[in-house]
Structure formats: structure tokens, C-alpha cells
């Protein structure tokens, strides 16, 4: 997606900010806003905001578990479903 054509001036958000939000949820795209010409700050529509604050939260759960890798942090799942089967038969 090329962002240059989704800028527009704060001054365009603040006449047009009820149609801006209608875009935002409709096309599901970021606006670029931009103060004195240059970028300011970014509106997304709250579910794509969402959508991406959960794959960042995947890709650190993923990050995580690759440096336990390197660090040899790691056990055979063998190992790991035993404990859990013990612990569920003491409970």
C-alpha cells in the first residue's frame, strides 16, 4: 500500500473529521496527517488497530521463544506434556 496518497493537511481533518472517521472504518486504510507539511501522526480505524496490536503481540511471543532457543532454554515436549498430565492428575 503506498501511503503518499492517503495524506492529508490537519487542517483537512479538522473540517472533515466525521467523514475521515467514515473512511477510516470503511477502507480500512491509515491516514497520514500531516502539521506544517511534514508527518505528524498516522489514524487508523480501531479494528485494523487492533488487528495490529495482536500480531505484534504474536511476534514477541515468537521473538521471545527464539531467544530461549538460543539460549538453550528449551525442553523436549515429551518432558513438557508429562509434567502437565502429572499436574492434572494431582488436581
Known amino acids: ?13 479538522k473540517a472533515n473529521a466525521a467523514a475521515v472517521l467514515t473512511q477510516l472504518a470503511e477502507q480500512r486504510e491509515p491516514l497520514v496527517i500531516t502539521q506544517n507539511g511534514e ?17 505484534l503481540a504474536l511476534l514477541k ?3 521471545l521463544g527464539q531467544q530461549d ?9 515429551t518432558e513438557v506434556v508429562a509434567r502437565l498430565r502429572a499436574k492434572r492428575a494431582v488436581t
Open 1 to 13: 500500500m503506498r501511503y503518499s496518497s492517503r495524506v492529508k493537511p490537519i487542517s483537512y481533518l
Open 61 to 63: 511471543i515468537l521473538a
Open 39 to 55: 508527518a505528524k501522526a498516522v489514524l487508523q480505524d480501531v479494528a485494523s488497530f487492533e488487528e495490529t496490536q495482536e500480531t
Open 69 to 77: 532457543v538460543e539460549a538453550d532454554q528449551i525442553k523436549p515436549v
